[in-house]
């Protein structure tokens, strides 16, 4: 009998991962079991699937690869063409002072260019170019906006950055190419990691180096800096982040390194940024390391912007150059581009710039395109792209002066505004005055060509059209020829036109007329005496003074012309006196006519020659003393228009002075007999005056004038070139009560007075640096002075071809005396014959 064996029979062999009787076969279980073989089997597999599928996944891989990189290459030329499309180009033009944080301020607002992620992943982010621009004519800055950024945005950027400075916009020249371009060029890039900070702090202006390297140009020679900048934002930031900390911990920065890492174990240390046989550095101690970190995280915190920089060394030929030419010119470029890229040594800190090759360098200056650059903060962008803060940076083209919005609550447009211009800073609206503060008086200065009459113009045309009474008086002549080229043709009928140069007759102005007759004379002798004050004495005044005021007290109509015969004709005299009641008249003229004639003839010489130089003239003997007067003053004010062309060339400049005073005189006497009239049947009138110190000779304060012309409703704008014409007095006056001003480009000295209206917002250098057309103003709005700003003028409407002559026309008819009134027929004696 076999007994059964003690051993236990072998049992079967099953897979650990088997359940329920099944067993599983996995990659991991074949490596657990035999893991060189599992290797093997895998590196079959993979033999065997290159051989089989190798060439068709190849080619697919490549094909898919060369796909993509045609995709993203013509989605980038779409995203830059839409960019191009109406692209403009921003000339900005210095302040005089370059606030050094300006261009902090700039680059921190254009961060709102930011698109939506959405827009971003479809047409791209848009960049800006900031450009430095070298000529022979100086050194012009620029900024390059694509169509696709709304206008005028960039424009208050600039302007809110640096107070003063001015923008002009135009649209972005197409590529040019006139002649044979010789051109060198290059790119600076970061030498190091863009998560280290190139330098941002400076004793100096950084931009020296670079107005330096750019002097001395020829006229063929044009250099161009391009600082090409688009704000970055999501995976951009995320990536710079991850390259910091990379930097920070001491990891390899790209995966060349990683790998090359991985085959050579031990030889690096993270974190201590050193090898195996240098001695281990602590970090906590490493006073290098730790200020990098720090400029590290300091430049993280910052808003970022994909940076690259571009610089253009170019000349124009005329003809095509001989290879020695050719050399000798390319030599000379490439010293300016040493030059260039060196000027950007300054900025080397924890990192710095490196020179690079640009293939095509004129076309890819010109096109202004941006792929892939390098990463900046808004202070490092600053520091490369601003204004010049040296105010004696050669070839700068400045702003002249300040842009300022006007202050709210500034009239705008309407029936009753008097338009002054269109604002030129903020938001551009038109600015205009109220006829109601109009009539506290407005005052103008500026030199000749700065754009006065041209104001004035707009001022009489508003006039004109709301049905407002206008009296103008050029001693030049071009303001009354511009208005008679743009008046309504309706008010023709109310033009009363006075023209020197006009051999048509002149309506008549009589000076004796008057219903006050002492008024009349004294402001007649005042006008003689202030005109003529150089040869002016107490005897020649009170000859005038009795001759007048004899004349007046005649029945009929005086006029000048009876004055020299009231001296020299005794029948005429003996006439005259017979009326007079006056014992202080009668005895002036008892002992006038004591005198012998020699003696009478000694006395009255001064006034004579006067009167003589006067009355010779046609023009003044037509207009002046031909008889009645035949214009009526105070229906000129309640809505007429007298225009007086009396210009100095034809007239004289004392006849010429005489003239437009008696006329002032005579808007005077007709406004002071508005105080018959209630306040609201006054009607709004207005009396402009060029040059006016040559007119301002009426009896009165000019305070005291001016404060009841305000009552009678009548505002009066007085213009002239600058204060030096000006008596004591007059400038007083005129500086104390005529409450709204506009001052064009002054003098340096008059800017230096003016400022005191102006200061602190527009100083003594910003009123003398004024450009044509372009004002500063303080304005009186609601009673109240409001604070100054600046604006340029309107344009005048284009003349109407044969208005001047229609006006003219039309005016004629207010040359002839006023009809009498319709009455009975004067009875006639009848013939003594016929009766018989």
């Known amino acids: ?64 690869v060369t796909g993509l990189a045609v995709l993203r290459r013509a989605r980038r030329r779409r995203n830059h063409t839409r960019l191009a499309t109406d692209a403009r180009l921003i000339t900005v033009l210095a302040p005089p002072t370059v606030e050094p944080t300006g261009a902090i301020t700039l ?11 959405w827009k971003r992943l479809l047409h791209g982010q848009a960049h800006l170019s900031f450009e430095y621009d070298f000529t022979v004519n100086g050194l012009q800055i620029q900024l390059w906006v694509p169509g696709l950024v709304p206008p005028g945005l960039v424009e208050r950027a600039i302007e809110a950055a640096w107070p003063g400075a001015h923008t002009r916009t135009t649209p972005a020249p197409p590529p040019h190419h006139g002649g044979h371009v010789e051109a060198i060029g290059g790119e600076l890039r970061l030498a190091r990691p863009e998560a280290l900070p190139i330098r941002t702090t400076f004793a100096t202006d950084p931009l020296r180096a670079l ?34 900390r990379r930097l920070h911990t001491g990891r390899p920065g790209n995966p060349i390194s990683s790998f090359l890492d991985l085959l050579t174990p031990g030889t690096h240390t993270h974190g201590t940024r050193t090898n195996s046989s240098a001695p281990r550095l602590d970090r906590q101690t490493s006073m290098d390391y730790t200020a990098q970190d720090r400029a590290i995280v300091a430049k993280q915190r910052e808003p970022q912007y994909d940076t690259r920089i571009r610089y253009l060394a170019a000349t124009t030929l005329t003809a095509t150059p001989t290879p020695q030419e ?32 640009l293939h095509h360098p004129q076309a890819m200056v010109v096109s202004r395109r941006l792929d892939a650059g390098d990463l900046l903060s808004v202070p490092e962008l600053a520091a490369l792209a601003h204004l010049p803060l040296d105010e004696a940076a050669p070839g700068l083209h400045r702003a002249g002066a300040r842009a300022l919005p006007p202050p709210p609550g500034i009239a705008t447009t309407g029936p009753q505004i008097k338009p002054l211009g269109i604002s030129d800073a903020g938001h551009s609206r038109p600015i205009g005055l109220h006829v109601a503060d109009a009539r506290h008086h407005l005052h103008i200065l500026g030199k000749t060509g700065s754009g006065k009459s041209e104001l004035i113009a707009n001022l009489v045309l508003a006039d004109a059209e709301a049905g407002r009474g206008a009296v103008v008086i050029d001693p030049k002549g071009d303001l009354i020829h511009d208005l008679l080229q743009r008046l309504p043709e309706e008010v023709g009928e109310k033009v ?182 209630p306040q609201r049947r006054r009607r709004d009138c207005a009396l402009y005056v060029d040059e006016c110190h040559n007119f301002l000779n009426l009896p009165y304060p000019l305070e005291d004038l001016l404060a009841e012309a305000r009552g009678y409703r009548l505002s009066m704008t007085l213009a002239h070139q600058h204060l030096d ?79 001047a002559q229609a006006i003219r026309t039309a005016a004629a008819a207010n040359t002839r005396p006023p009809t009498p009134a319709p009455g009975p027929a004067p009875r006639t004696a009848r013939d003594p014959r016929r009766a018989a």
């Not at 067993?23 to 033999?47: F, M, Q």
């Not at 005191?756 to 304005?779: C, M, N, Q, V």
């Open 496 to 677: 009363v036109l006075f023209d020197a140069d006009s051999p048509t007759r002149p309506p008549v102005l009589n000076p004796l007329e008057g219903a006050d007759t002492a008024r009349t004379v004294d402001n007649l002798v005042s006008i003689f005496a202030r005109i003529y004050a150089s040869s002016w004495g107490p005897r020649t005044e009170d000859i005038l003074r009795a001759s007048l005021l004899t004349l007046t007290a005649q029945p009929g109509t005086p006029t000048l012309l009876d004055v020299p015969k009231l001296l020299t004709v005794p029948a005429f005299r003996a006439r005259a006196t017979e009326h007079l009641r006056d014992e202080v008249l009668l005895g002036f003229w008892a002992g006038y006519n004591t005198l012998s004639d020699p003696a009478r003839a000694h006395i009255i010489a001064p006034l004579m020659n006067k009167l003589r130089g006067l009355l010779l003239r046609p023009f003044v003997r037509n207009a002046l003393a031909a008889g009645p007067s035949t214009v009526d003053m105070t229906k000129v004010l309640d809505g007429g228009i007298c225009l007086v062309r009396i210009g100095k060339d034809a007239l004289g400049i004392d006849t010429t002075s005489l003239v437009g005073s008696i006329i002032v005189a005579a808007v005077w006497q007709a406004a002071t007999r508005r105080a018959r009239l």
């Open 211 to 244: 107005l330096n390297a750019a002097t001395g140009l020829s006229p063929h020679e044009h250099i161009r800096v391009q600082i090409l900048a688009r704000p970055v934002t999501g995976r951009r930031l995320a990536r710079a982040r991850r390259a910091a």
């Open 107 to 117: 680059w921190a607002n254009l961060i709102g260019l930011l698109h939506p992620a």
């Open 1 to 64: 009998m076999t007994l059964p064996s003690l051993t236990p029979d072998p049992l079967p062999v099953e897979n650990p991962l088997a359940g329920n009787g099944i067993s599983y076969a996995s990659p991991i279980a074949d490596y657990l079991l035999d893991p060189w073989g599992a290797l093997l089997n895998l590196a079959t597999a993979a033999r065997d699937w290159l051989v089989a599928w190798g060439p068709t996944a190849a080619g697919v891989f490549v094909g898919l």
């Open 725 to 803: 014409q000006l008596t004591k007095d007059l400038h007083a006056g005129i500086s104390a009560n005529t409450r709204s001003k506009v001052f064009f480009t002054a003098s340096p000295e008059d800017a230096r007075h003016l400022a005191r209206h102006t200061h602190p917002r527009l100083t003594e250098h910003d009123l003398s640096h004024l450009g044509a057309f372009h004002i500063a103003a303080r304005l009186l709005t609601d009673g109240e002075e409001t604070h100054p700003f600046t604006a340029r003028t309107r344009k005048l409407p284009p003349a109407v071809p044969g208005r």
């Open 326 to 357: 050719r050399t000798a010119v390319q030599a000379g470029l490439r010293g300016r581009g040493h030059a260039l890229a060196s000027a950007f040594a300054p900025f080397a800190e924890h990192n710095h710039y490196r020179r690079t090759r």
